[in-house]
Antibody, heavy 122, light 107 residues
Framework: EVQLLESGGDLVQPGGSLRLSCAAS????????MGWVRQAPGKGLEWVSG????????YYVDSVKGRFTISRDNSKNTLYLQTSSLRAEDTAVFYC???????????????WGQGTLVTVSS | EIVLTQSPGTLSLSPGERATLSCRAS???????LVWYQQKPGQAPRLLIH???SRATGIPDRFSGSGSGTDFTLTISRLEPEDFAVYYC????????FGGGTNVEIK
């Protein structure tokens, strides 16, 4: 059974940083792209970042470029999102997502974690 | 960036009725890269349709997808009580983007 377990969400002040983690199990982690999708309270979904299976290629939505860094440790089956210079508008549930197509860099997602809440407020 | 516009924003229907949801793209999207998700309150989204018309594993056949180019449709042939939820389209032909969602609510 595929499981994605996020952690690291918290209340942080504007300008602060957080590191989100996603522990994956139940599939061959290094065969799939992974990513992060966020959802602000009461709002829709927004893709934030993606990473290739090897970790060699990374992608970001414009609003987080230069502030967020996605990475993965394939030996630990873990995905990360390092966030910095956080703003109030970054407040959201962050979902860890698994790419649906093995070996291909196609960013739609067949499994989602339950999410971790990041709240940016003073 | 490809912008996806979903309509209507809210669809009020009764169980047993047919639901037709629209997703319009600001530029042409390959059918291979258009997907639909369902999200219920307090839950993560679930993949329903990929490749514009292929049901994901375990999705009942009352859900169907169609369309090409810039216009895509999700149809629920007969609404079951568990189908009342928010539905999102997503394209992954370029940088992934989501539509704003359609809330299918009980009339």
């Amino acid at each position: 059974e595929v499981q994605l377990l996020e952690s690291g969400g918290d209340l942080v002040q504007p300008g602060g940083s957080l590191r989100l983690s996603c522990a994956a199990s139940g599939f061959t982690f290094d065969n799939y792209v992974m990513g992060w999708v966020r959802q602000a309270p009461g709002k829709g979904l927004e893709w934030v970042s993606g990473i290739s299976a090897s970790g060699g290629s990374t992608y970001y939505v414009d609003s987080v470029k230069g502030r967020f860094t996605i990475s993965r440790d394939n030996s630990k089956n873990t995905l990360y999102l390092q966030t910095s210079s956080l703003r109030a508008e970054d407040t959201a549930v962050f979902y860890c997502v698994k790419g649906a197509v093995r070996w291909q860099e196609i960013y739609y997602f067949d499994y989602w974690g339950q999410g971790t809440l990041v709240t940016v407020s003073s | 960036e490809i912008v996806l516009t979903q309509s209507p924003g809210t669809l009020s229907l009764s169980p047993g009725e047919r639901a037709t949801l629209s997703c319009r793209a600001s530029q042409s999207v390959s059918s291979s890269y258009l997907v639909w998700y369902q999200q219920k309150p307090g839950q993560a989204p679930r993949l329903l349709i990929h490749g514009a018309s292929s049901r994901a594993t375990g999705i009942p056949d009352r859900f169907s997808g169609s369309g090409s180019g810039t216009d895509f449709t999700l149809t629920i042939s007969r609404l079951e009580p568990e189908d009342f939820a928010v539905y999102y389209c997503q394209q992954c032909g370029g940088a992934p983007t989501f539509g704003g969602g359609t809330n299918v609510e009980i009339k």
